[in-house]
């Protein structure tokens, strides 16, 4: 029998959970242990690292060149981000901004955003930051208009002229104050300098004591993938207590500073109020990644990783993916990545099987020991930390127990077990939109989340529970038999790796299962095709085809049933579409929408006249 495997320690907060049976089925699953005190309102903790650690620094960004690349890093200590947070509260307190006129930001992570999102909380401003592929990417700018439409915002940070400024034209009327980082553009501006050259008066600080735990701290929008976004409210006790949630589940972040090098986008709730909150509420130091997982921008993330050790890493499991493959042959990634990290975190979308056993492998030949992979569940309506694991030996799936303070509703829908939430954490309600703030909360105040679960063990509850998928996203075949489709798509990805970048399943109505799958970049070194050649040549050249079969086989001879037997595979040459709604701002593949928008699509590769073909479409 071979020996468990060695972690390096990490303590885990939670570890028993507390159940209880209620009427119909319902069960009601919480943590044996209580929420501590947070702090009243995310301000605190900047001020109370200012007067503590006002030298340390809090976020940190490497300097872009004129040419487009990158220098040294420059750093703004916790002295100096609370010196700019009240000159920039004053200058927003002056123009009357309030959750009626909130402050809307177009901009990646960078320094300028950072500080302005300080200056808000300090002024009682709530903010909104904007995916910014909504003014980047999208050609219609849709969902950018959506925003500007329902938030009415009295101010508008763009990050760059030249890169927002299309969008600017397309959804502001010039009665919006527009602020700058960098540029000009035809219409009246200020530069985020001026913001910053404003002296404080007593009356910021009379406006900072006035707020408190129900004052609106900013707007998270939902990714609108079927319909149009919704505003998610985050007041200040949402994100304080979620903070204090995560110091509970997880010790390691009150133990020691926290170091993150982080890329996740600060529009979305894990990057904006799960990565950036962490390091403010804890005294810790963000050195903002301007890499990304993708080919273009993971030597980016990979040159910070070489240069900076973190003490805990997030990412998704793309980059997961994109780490592991480079930490292979790339000693000083492994080296100082390595070299102090206590946990691993991903979430986002599933993480397979075969990305974890090879980061455990390099793990285990570097420093003799596995890093723990932390993973949960939450969403942004829980600000977004809920549940979390509760022992080093993860599987691909589990999620573990509730934080403190969050008290899960276990509810028996379609044969599935769907998990809703209650706590200081969850969401009041969507901004501007009282009917799907009602049709969100049941009538326990329990917010349905649409997510299943599953009992890891069913004898032992404190191993906590597993994904389940979405129950939205399950379907009947014409048979009547249920297809669950988060777990067929785990195991499509596992069995697909390290080409598939996620899966879309078909067959609603049909008699038998489909799936259309987004390749990884990685698939042309399967093709051994030139760099230049076509996504559909490369798809449709012998060794892919070779492989999806092989991938099918495997399917076919591990499935228990129509239901779990994907009949036909198809591979996609065109990427999922921003403005359409088919992908999220880290990069997951959104079901119903591809669904809905590759319709024609689906109905010919479900034509049981034609034959079968791997061949793209």
């Known amino acids: 029998m071979s020996a468990s495997p060695r972690y390096r320690p990490l303590k885990f907060g939670v570890t028993r959970g507390l159940l209880r049976d209620g009427a119909d089925g319902v069960r009601y699953l919480q943590a044996d242990q209580e929420l501590q005190p947070y702090a009243h309102r995310m301000t605190d903790r900047l001020v109370h690292w200012a007067e503590v650690a006002p030298e340390r620094t809090f976020?940190?960004?490497?300097?872009?060149?004129?040419?487009?690349?990158?220098?040294?890093?420059?750093?703004?200590?916790?002295?100096?981000?609370?010196?700019?947070?009240?000159?920039?509260?004053?200058?927003?307190?002056?123009?009357?901004?309030?959750?009626?006129?909130?402050?809307?930001?177009?901009?990646?992570?960078?320094?300028?955003?950072?500080?302005?999102?300080?200056?808000?909380?300090?002024?009682?401003?709530?903010?909104?930051?904007?995916?910014?592929?909504?003014?980047?990417?999208?050609?219609?700018?849709?969902?950018?208009?959506?925003?500007?439409?329902?938030?009415?915002?009295?101010?508008?940070?763009?990050?760059?002229?030249?890169?927002?400024?299309?969008?600017?034209a397309a959804t502001l009327g010039r009665d919006v104050e527009v602020v700058l980082g960098t540029g000009s553009l035809e219409r009246p501006s200020t530069p985020f300098t001026e913001l910053l050259e404003t002296s404080p008066t007593p009356a910021l600080e009379a406006a900072m004591r006035s707020t408190g735990p129900g004052t609106i701290a900013k707007f998270l929008f939902t990714s609108g993938s079927t319909k149009a976004p919704k505003g998610v409210i985050n007041t200040h006790r949402m994100w304080c207590a979620n903070q204090q949630q995560m110091r509970q589940s997880m010790p390691v972040l009150a133990e020691e500073t926290p170091v993150l090098v982080d890329w996740l986008p600060w529009n979305h709730t894990f990057g904006g109020n799960h990565n950036f909150g962490l390091t403010l509420y804890n005294g810790g130091t963000l050195y903002i990644d301007d890499g990304k997982p993708t080919p273009a921008l993971i030597g980016e993330t990979l040159r910070n990783l070489r240069e900076i050790a973190p003490t805990v890493y997030f990412n998704v499991p793309t980059g997961f993916e994109a780490i592991a493959n480079a930490m292979k042959t790339d000693d000083v990634l492994r080296k100082t990545l390595l070299s102090r990290v206590r946990m691993f975190f991903y979430a986002g979308a599933s993480l397979a099987q075969p990305i974890w056993d090879a980061l455990h492998e390099v793990q285990e030949r570097e420093i003799g020991e596995r890093i723990v992979m932390g993973t949960g569940l939450g969403m942004t309506e829980s600000s977004p930390f809920a549940i979390f694991i509760t022992s080093p030996e993860v599987k691909s799936g589990y999620l573990g127990l509730p934080t403190p303070g969050v008290q899960l509703k276990l509810v028996p829908v379609d044969g599935k077990t769907e998990v809703r939430y209650s706590g200081p954490s969850i969401t009041p309600g969507y901004w501007r939109n009282e009917a799907a703030t009602r049709d969100s909360f049941d009538d326990e105040g329990f917010f349905c989340t649409?997510?299943?679960?599953?009992?890891?063990?069913?004898?032992?509850?404190?191993?906590?529970?597993?994904?389940?998928?979405?129950?939205?996203?399950?379907?009947?075949?014409?048979?009547?038999?249920?297809?669950?489709?988060?777990?067929?798509?785990?195991?499509?990805?596992?069995?697909?790796?390290?080409?598939?970048?996620?899966?879309?399943?078909?067959?609603?109505?049909?008699?038998?299962?489909?799936?259309?799958?987004?390749?990884?970049?990685?698939?042309?070194?399967?093709?051994?095709?030139?760099?230049?050649?076509?996504?559909?040549?490369?798809?449709?050249?012998?060794?892919?085809?070779?492989?999806?079969q092989q991938v099918l086989d495997e399917l076919a001879r591990s499935a228990t049933g129509s239901a779990t037997r994907v009949a036909r595979l198809h591979l996609l040459d065109q990427p999922p579409s921003i403005d359409l709604g088919e992908v999220t701002d880290k990069g997951s593949i959104n079901q119903r929408a591809v669904l809905k928008h590759r319709d024609a699509l689906v109905e010919a590769f479900h034509d049981e006249r034609q034959p079968f073909t791997l061949k793209p479409r």
């Open 59 to 168: 976020i940190a960004r490497r300097v872009r060149n004129p040419d487009g690349t990158t220098g040294d890093w420059r750093h703004i200590s916790y002295r100096e981000a609370l010196d700019s947070a009240r000159r920039i509260g004053q200058a927003l307190l002056e123009r009357n901004l309030s959750a009626e006129r909130p402050v809307l930001i177009l901009s990646e992570n960078d320094l300028e955003h950072a500080l302005l999102s300080l200056g808000c909380i300090y002024a009682g401003v709530p903010f909104c930051p904007a995916s910014p592929a909504y003014s980047t990417v999208s050609q219609d700018y849709d969902k950018l208009r959506h925003i500007v439409s329902l938030l009415t915002p009295g101010l508008v940070f763009a990050a760059d002229a030249r890169r927002y400024g299309k969008a600017i």
């Open 450 to 548: 649409g997510d299943a679960v599953q009992w890891i063990d069913e004898n032992d509850i404190h191993k906590g529970l597993k994904f389940d998928g979405r129950i939205a996203e399950d379907f009947k075949l014409a048979t009547g038999t249920f297809v669950s489709v988060g777990p067929l798509r785990a195991r499509i990805i596992a069995a697909g790796a390290p080409y598939v970048q996620d899966v879309v399943i078909t067959g609603l109505n049909r008699n038998e299962v489909g799936a259309l799958v987004f390749p990884t970049a990685d698939v042309r070194r399967l093709a051994g095709l030139g760099a230049d050649a076509p996504l559909r040549q490369v798809l449709e050249s012998a060794p892919v085809q070779a492989h999806f």
